[in-house]
DNA sequence: TTGATATCGACAACCGTGTTGTCTATTCTA
DNA sequence: TAGAATAGACAACACGGTTGTCGATATCAA
């Protein structure tokens, strides 16, 4: 009874598949949303989805491998990687919300609007508590010894 | 809002390191759900949670090791390893159904009974709906290339 | 009884996504 | 200008999955 959302991300990243977006997945999609909003180099992403700047800079190296991406020397700091979506990414992206807004309706269909609403709101509360300590990484995989 | 149950899961993993546990992940947690309720060695637990039988070897090992369950050959079948949940191994569920009863409860005074009970019939029928096709082990990590 | 076939579990190699830790290049700051 | 901080690359590793192979055991059919 707990694998609610790993299902419906499962189900999205199939779907994204069947229409000529395959070895896409939910992290994929997640780090291009946070590019869009603002993160703009690998350590950025990597703040952005509570991730090392390492496993930031390796997503974003198969989303340039892929097309989704494309990096480019900031001008202005050179240290910098400056991350732009390339057109495939947008694309990428829309239709990603497009299946998703599909589920999200089928879904609806099968259980009501207000009961949907309803646990959408729950969840909303669910990740909203902990949103505030997402801030120190490492809580999934390796260090789980928390004491704070 | 997609990472409503992680969320769950990754704090009761938290929590139950905090009790005692450390290193118990929600694999773990599953998998000896899956042996109490009948899976009695390394294939059928595969089989039950939708895992290659060497993927349900490996938790078993590290189960093993942990001191969660132990394993011994089937006298009636010495092919198979049938598999036993320790003392240790019952207190670890005996604490994990514990952690994920407080977790429920103060997500209820969060948000109400009736919201979550809703919220909760919602992510049943997402589960529910696509239990019926886990029997194809692969969706999740390496084939996605769902051409039926 | 014997031989083909299926199953169990072990082992090895690999992939994806995360982690540390170290390193160089660059920028910021006192 | 020296020192600190930051960006990103690289290497090594963990974990949990996958395939593929293999020997040992069971089972079924001639």
Request: no cysteine.
């Amino acid at each position: 009874m707990l694998a609610g959302f790993r299902t419906l991300a499962d189900r999205a990243t199939i779907e994204l598949g069947r229409r000529g977006y395959p070895d896409v997945r939910p992290v994929h999609d997640f780090a291009l949303h946070a590019i869009r909003s603002g993160a703009q180099n690998a350590s950025e992403l990597g703040r952005a989805t509570s991730v090392t700047k390492q496993a930031a800079a390796r997503t974003i190296a198969t989303l340039e491998q892929r097309g989704y991406v494309s990096r480019q020397v900031d001008p202005a700091d050179r240290r910098k990687m400056r991350l732009m979506i390339t057109e495939r990414g947008h694309s990428l992206m829309s239709e990603g919300e497009a299946v998703f807004e599909e589920l999200r309706n089928q879904l609806e269909l099968d259980v009501g609007a207000e009961a949907l609403e309803q646990a959408e709101a729950v969840l909303q509360t669910l990740v909203g508590e902990n949103a505030v300590r997402l801030d120190s990484p490492g809580w999934s995989a390796g260090g789980v010894d928390g004491d704070e």
